[in-house]
């Protein structure tokens, strides 16, 4: 049986810019199940960030807003909780590990002082205390000599490195619900690996819930449970891994899935997707894919297709499968 920790009910966020009003998450419905890994994808700037920014309630305030949806963690709406009870859950329930650690690390404070703040915050452990849950937590994610570098600055780090202390400092207060945000942008293809690897055997020895975001289709392939593909602020496609890859409906989907290099078959070239993504201050009307779609017809360019279940566990937002 279905075992829900995370439901987003029509989640939208906006911000308001000098420029006008961008609705970069419109209408967004998922579920994520206990122990279950969601893989989110999607082009940039699809909103995949923002989605799991909105359910931290991270989302910059002003100029973002989420203007409607219910986020419900453990079935309580986290978009009414008050700032101490967002401080209390996230940490100790949900934690993020960021897609840049320099952004998301305090470069003047030691990575050790660093973990070991949120662990005294949060758990109300002793500085000794702390300190060695600090080391531990380094070890087990693969940092070398962790007593060492625990007193070392995060620009002491490689790349790799610093995505281990993300991690580190993700897992310090035991989450049930990890949200990893393209955390291997930027690594090398032997790096990605293992640092693909670690965050599996994590979520698998301490029984968390993920959603994985990322564009690329190969790493959801080898480690998601669930799909959803995201494009111009919409949810189109929804479903297992299994009848995303064997069964992909919306022509996005279709798209992506042909622009991923192959050895299975004898073709030179890839595939692309026409176009350009559209500008989300002024997107088209109707479905936001239309202006790319080789499918197009006349009704994709005045109404917008509700995300519809069009076989079991299987959803689709398109007018080509009404």
Known sequence: MADPVLQIEDLGVRFHLKRGRLTAVDQVSLTVNRSETFGLVGESGSGKTVTARAVMRLV???PGEIFQG????????????SDAEMRELRGRKIAMVFQEPMSA?????TVG???????RTNLGMSKREAKERVIELLNLVGIPSPESRYGNYVHEFSGGMRQRVMLAMALSCNPSFLIADEPTTALDVT?????LELIQSMTERFHMSLIFITHNLGVVAHTCDTIGVMYASHLVELGTKNEIFANPLHPYTQGLLNSIPRLDTQAKFLTPIKGLVCNMLEPPQGCKFNPRCEHAMDICSQEVPPLKEVAPGHFVACHLHP
């Open 70 to 81: 219910r986020v419900l963690f453990d079935g309580e709406n986290v978009l009414d909780k």
């Open 105 to 109: 690390l305090n470069p003047v404070f």
């Open 113 to 119: 002082n660093q973990i070991s703040d949120a662990l």
């Open 60 to 62: 910059p305030i002003p």
């Open 191 to 195: 790096i990605q690996a293992t640092i």
